[in-house]
């Protein structure tokens, strides 16, 4: 082998693609993850039946405990995969998809975590209710909700597919469409027997595999690359098919004007989207108080921060080690990149170290999958059964003005939310079929974009104008979220290309793939109109109750 500074061949790596002898071992560790988690859920969900064990956990976690499975719910399958399939595939511009998650911490940090766990109970729409109480405010923030976690649902089960495919050695849809099917019907065992309790402990292993695999995966490849990280990004470069072009920004986002303008929005999506994901907040009202769950946040914070430096290298370790179109080829969204490096890393093909290797990484990968459809599922069924069933459909308010009549017990309301875990993930599953070419980490900021166009406005405004009305919350989730749906529909996604939704046909008008330069705005936008042009006055004694309780936690649960 020549050498290269003293490391590596310059030549194209050889194909690593897995073979046959990994199946049983990668299998065998996909089983015990399996059963290990359905233990957790056995023993956590027989603690408490009640609504608060189910929605929050009983709220008795610590910052630490709660940081962990925020992260945990956070480092999804579009981290561990699409992020280090990104970077593998495109270079610089995959490294800057990367920070837009990070920094979205901030925004959370700064503005929801302690007034959201003040101002709640079990979802978004509680915190609206506090002083926007209509049924029909509720009604759209839990909407929209289910949507969001819907779309991230798809994105983490088709990672599921690509994996599984890639542990059998086959291509085939069939192999994807089973382990589809496989992981909701987990999800919805997981979310229906354990509940939140259930979930966070799921998440909190699933954070600490997730971390240390990577932490194993990275110290091998600096030790590969004996401590040289710029010998790292050389061999990276050559070894991507573009050369040069792969350290430089442009390769994926910055050929045409569309394409900047498409990551722009792309960004602005991810650091905006991630305080309105339903699955983060609700992760606040399981500490006991704010205080708990602003250090929450920031444990949250050291521990994704740590990690996404991490998927840089490891983004990078595979075009070094395995090559871009190696990549591509075992999955053309670079979905499996990091498998595939561990592969390498362990000894390659033929090794035991690389079969062990490959199928641990595997297995924490699908750990991660597993448990962030639990937290998903989990505050989407919620948000059906807390704030469409009980608060918006089965409420009618009383003529003679008095209290509301219809409210189910909170009983009814967890049996509801049991069911429609189920209906949800059947959903999902059907959804997923349809999307498994598309790379997980787009589809998750597809999600951020709907999170960040419907519910961050709503809540944004509700606990900070006092003006805010009824009409301007509903305008503002529909002006975002209906906007958002259209313009990804009529997108490059759905249609009009080989990778797209449906590539036989080609309907699309909008140019970019991610809507939230456009969505995010319409969405303040409508809540704008809707409370200037509203015919009733925003409620002043109800917002100084809000701002009370956020800013104190003066009567929150």
């Known amino acids: 082998m020549t050498a290269t500074s003293g490391v590596l061949s310059t030549a194209t790596p050889p194909p690593v693609a897995p073979t046959g002898q990994h199946h049983g071992l990668a299998i065998a560790l996909f089983a015990v993850i399996v059963l290990v988690t359905l233990g957790i859920t056995l023993w956590v969900g027989r603690q408490g039946s009640a609504a608060e064990d189910f929605y929050t956990g009983g709220r008795d976690f610590t910052p630490l405990q709660n940081g962990f499975a925020l992260s945990g719910d956070y480092l999804s399958a579009a981290s561990f995969l699409g992020v280090a399939g990104l970077i593998a595939l495109y270079g610089y511009d995959g490294v800057l998809y990367s920070i837009g998650f990070l920094v979205a911490w901030l925004v959370v940090l700064m503005l929801v975590a302690e007034l959201v766990r003040n101002a709640g109970r079990y979802t978004l729409a509680d915190v609206l209710e ?177 990690f996404y430096l991490m998927a840089i290298a490891l983004g990078l370790g595979a075009t070094a080690l395995v090559g871009s179109a190696e990549v591509r080829h075992a999955n053309s969204a670079g979905n499996t990149a990091v498998p595939l490096l561990a592969l390498v890393l362990g000894g390659g093909n033929g090794s035991t170290g690389g079969v062990v290797l490959f199928a641990l990484i595997s297995a924490i990968a699908f750990a991660t999958i597993l448990a962030v459809v639990a937290g998903l599922t989990l505050a989407s069924s919620a948000a059906f059964a807390h704030d469409i069933w009980a608060g918006a459909w089965r409420v009618r308010p009383r003529r003679d003005g008095g209290a509301a009549a219809g409210k189910p017990t909170e009983q009814q309301e967890v049996v509801v939310a049991r069911f429609a875990a189920g209906g949800i993930g059947a959903v999902a599953i059907v959804i997923s079929l349809y999307a498994q070419q598309l790379n997980v980490a787009f589809l998750v900021g597809l999600a951020f974009a709907v999170a960040a166009s419907s519910n961050l406005p709503v809540l944004l405004y509700s606990l900070f104008w006092s003006r805010f009305t009824a009409r301007g919350a509903v305008w503002a989730v529909y002006g975002g979220l209906v906007p958002a749906i259209v313009l990804v529909f009529f997108s490059p996604v759905v249609s009009g290309s080989k990778v797209a939704l449906f590539p036989g046909v080609d309907f699309h008008w909008f140019p970019l793939e991610n809507p939230g330069i456009v969505s995010i705005p319409l969405g303040f936008l409508a809540g704008w109109i809707g409370t200037l042009t509203s015919p009733e006055p925003a409620d002043a004694d109800r917002f100084a109750e809000l701002e009370v309780r956020a800013l104190t936690g003066a009567g929150a649960a």
Request: aromatic residues 8%.
């Open 130 to 306: 506090l002083r926007l109480r209509h049924r029909k405010v509720r009604a759209a923030a839990g909407g929209a909700s289910v949507v969001v976690t819907l779309l991230y649902l798809v994105a983490q089960m088709v990672g599921a597919g690509s994996l599984v495919a890639l542990l059998l050695g086959t291509n085939s849809a069939q192999a994807r469409t089973w382990t589809i099917i496989a992981v909701g019907a987990l999800m919805i065992v997981y979310v229906t027997i354990g509940g939140m309790r259930a979930t966070t402990w799921i998440q909190i292993v699933k954070a600490f595999l997730l971390i240390a695999g990577s932490v194993l995966l990275t110290v091998l490849l600096v030790v590969r690359f004996h401590g040289d990280l710029f010998d790292l990004m050389r061999q990276a470069a050559r070894h991507s098919g573009a050369g040069q072009r792969y350290l430089e920004p442009g390769l994926k986002y910055g050929a045409t004007f569309t394409s900047r303008l498409d990551f722009f929005s792309l960004g602005l999506a991810l650091v905006l989207g991630t305080a309105g994901l339903p699955h983060i907040l609700s992760r606040f009202y399981t500490v006991p108080t704010a205080r708990a769950a602003r250090r929450s946040t920031m444990w949250a914070i050291g521990l994704v921060g740590g």
